[in-house]
């Protein structure tokens, strides 16, 4: 697993890699359950950038 002091190393302009919403369920760097957050607040997080559909996955 990639930590997010190893991401940042990798891409020094601060462009860290888009990751599936699994993996980041995974890390254990969500502080909220993810599915109830895009299920109830989808419009509003996809508006401002927080989160992009990338063919099926969120």
């Known amino acids: 697993m990639i930590t997010?002091?190893?991401q940042t190393q990798e891409n020094p302009?601060?462009?860290a890699?888009?990751?599936p919403l699994s993996d980041f369920r995974k890390s254990g760097r969500a502080p909220v359950?993810?599915?109830h957050l895009i299920f109830y607040n989808k419009?509003?997080?996809v508006?401002?950038?927080v989160i992009c559909k990338f063919g099926r996955k969120w």
Request: no cysteine; glycine share 6%; hydrophobic share 30%.
């Open 4 to 6: 997010a002091q190893e």
């Open 17 to 19: 890699p888009l990751i």
């Open 13 to 15: 302009d601060n462009q």
């Open 33 to 35: 359950e993810m599915h």
């Open 43 to 45: 419009d509003s997080l």
């Open 47 to 49: 508006k401002h950038g």
